[in-house]
């Protein structure tokens, strides 16, 4: 199921412009790594490189290598489409489909895929509401409109729709930044069940977020405006938080920057 | 007591009443420019029910002596001879025609114009969609009677060719019958109605295109669909509402378009599907610009009678429109 990933020398642009440069880092199955650092430092375009979801914004290019398990990311050949319905995202606003049903949320990436038939679809669907923990309260209206939910139910829903597809990896992008303090426990418990399956990648500006959840802690920061943004160090998230290796990171997690 | 006791408690007003805080003159809480402005915006939803029932009791008024003196029955005849000593009239064949034609160019219209609304918001490069953008917008502006003299005197050649090409290699097709004569027909009259509602349709339709938040179309490249397939889970439903306004506007315009239907059409009052041959339609809006100069009283009333028809068909297709999109309500963005 879940599977590794390893950047090698990551670069990516938006037109002229470098955003993110040498990235390397290796992401290990079944581990929820976070990635923190100040706005704009590239933390959310890094992640948005690991599904080739950056170029979709015109002018966005990446170089490098970006391995899933062996094979490259940014291959010649290779479908970004395919990659995508491997790795699965949660954005930071709750973006359900708003013409669709509860049930045709969930269902649509599977009805992407050319999944048809309605005791398949029902099944999967049951299976991602409830691995997203929402079946229980949504179960008995799955044909009203996704968008009646409330905000934290919306994004439970959203990764609903990404598990539904079974993907290898699930990337995160600050998902609890929109949400009160108790959607935000739920959505917390809820990746902590999910690091079974999946390989977890979150943006979080909530330091104590990353704290909580993850294994892993990246910390991203830029030196100066219109610099590209390095990624500092990666290591243990009970390492980085108490004994980090760079000054930088400790004067960022102790609250002296950013 | 000390002396700060004897300052007068702050919280009583001038007036005498007590609180501290801004208190109205008079009954309401609203400000002149308020006022001013609420009764301006009322005045103007106002103004526009009376106008059109200023209008629809104007069509019964004037249409009323002239069905009195009709000698056929109105609703249920083709014929259409207003004019003579007792005058005949029936809006079949008028209102046949007008729906008929109108469907035909939402036929042909619709697909090009979602096609190029969408190629226009989504494929085309940004150097590119801002001048095409232009271009139909442009062509929205163009007069209908310019229209109409391109139809007459370009496009019937060629839709001559076609019609023979169509009556010969799939004649089957109920509306393809002929009998050797073609051109100035219905076909030819659709063709140019399509052609004038397509820029209508399509501009709109991209506008609700453009609108599409960013989130949505993401969430859908992010399950792994493909530009397409984006379009067709994120763009398409979220626009849905808004291209149905913009047909049931490009239909309005349809029904309601006049003199380039009168320029290019060889009218007759019938009922018939043969739409290449010409002599076998007629429309409400174009036979009123072309019978109105020679009517006589009667003439004119029955005339002012089939504008009320026209009148009716607009208004329901606008109710119709208006419950399909009210039927997905909680489901529009």
């Known amino acids: ?258 | 007591m000390s002396s700060l006791s004897t300052t007068p408690p702050p919280s009583v007003s001038p007036d005498g009443r007590a609180g501290t805080l801004p208190r109205t003159g008079g009954r309401s809480s609203e400000r002149r420019g308020d006022r001013v402005f609420r009764g301006l915006s009322l005045g103007a939803g106002l103004s526009l029910l009376g106008i059109i029932v200023a209008i629809a009791v104007f069509l019964v008024v004037q249409a009323v002596p002239a069905l009195r003196d009709n000698t056929a029955s109105f609703l249920t005849d083709t014929v259409w001879d207003p004019n003579a000593a007792s005058p005949a009239f029936g809006i079949v064949a008028l209102a046949f025609g007008t729906v008929l034609s109108s469907l035909l160019a939402l036929a042909m219209a619709l697909p090009v114009a979602l096609g190029v609304a969408l190629f226009i918001s989504h494929y085309a490069p940004r150097r590119l969609a801002g001048p095409l953008g232009y271009v139909v917008d442009l062509l929205a502006a163009v007069p209908s009677v310019v229209y109409g003299l391109w139809g007459i005197f370009f496009l019937n050649d060629k839709v001559i060719d076609t019609s023979a090409f169509l009556a010969e290699h799939v004649g089957w097709f109920p509306l393809f019958g002929a009998d050797g004569i073609y051109g100035r027909s219905v076909f030819l009259a659709s063709i140019v109605l399509a052609i004038m509602i397509l820029p209508i349709i399509a501009s709109l339709s991209r506008e609700v295109f453009l609108q599409v938040p960013t989130s949505q179309q993401e969430a859908a490249l992010a399950l792994g669909a493909t530009r397409w397939e984006m379009i067709r889970t994120a763009v398409l439903p979220f626009g849905k509402p808004g291209v149905i306004g913009a047909t049931m506007l490009g239909l309005g315009r349809a029904l309601g378009e006049t003199i380039a239907v009168a320029i290019v059409l060889s009218p007759a009052f019938v009922v018939s599907l043969d739409i290449l041959t010409p002599n076998s339609g007629n429309t409400i809006a174009a036979n009123i610009a072309l019978g109105f100069a020679e009517a006589s009283s009667t003439g004119r009333g029955a005339l002012i009678a089939s504008g009320l028809v026209l009148f009716a068909i607009t208004l329901v297709v606008n109710v119709l429109a208006r419950a399909i999109i009210h039927r997905r309500r909680e489901f529009t963005a």
């Open chain 1, 1 to 258: 199921m879940a599977k590794r990933i390893e950047s090698i020398g990551l670069d990516a642009y938006y037109g002229a412009f470098k955003a993110i440069e040498d990235v390397n880092v290796v992401i290990e199955p079944k581990t929820i790594t976070a990635l923190i650092g100040p706005s704009g430092c590239g933390k959310s375009t890094f992640l948005r490189t690991l599904n080739r979801m950056h170029e979709v914004v015109p002018g966005a290019r990446v170089t490098g290598r970006l391995l899933l398990d062996d094979e490259d990311v940014y291959g010649p050949g290779v479908d970004a489409t395919g990659v995508r319905r491997t790795i699965g995202m949660v954005f930071q606003r709750p973006n359900p489909f708003p013409t669709m049903s509860i049930y045709d949320n969930v269902a649509a990436g599977l009805r992407l895929n050319g999944v048809k038939g309605k005791k398949v679809l029902d099944e999967a669907v049951e299976r991602s509401l409830k691995g997203a923990n929402l079946w229980n309260e949504v179960k008995d209206r799955l044909p009203k409109p996704g968008a009646g939910l409330s905000g934290g139910q919306q994004q439970r829903l959203c990764i609903a729709r990404a598990i539904a597809v079974e993907p290898q990896v699930l990337l995160m992008d600050e998902p609890c930044s929109a949400l009160d303090p108790i959607s935000t426990l739920a959505i917390e418990d809820l990746m902590t069940e999910l690091k079974d399956r999946f390989t977890i990648v979150i943006v979080t500006h909530n330091m104590q977020q990353a704290a909580r959840v993850s294994d892993r802690t990246g910390f991203f920061t830029i030196e100066a405006t219109g610099e590209p943004g390095r990624l500092v160090e990666i290591d243990d998230t009970q390492k980085i938080f108490t004994n980090p290796g760079e000054k930088r990171t400790e004067d960022y997690i102790t609250g002296r920057f950013g």
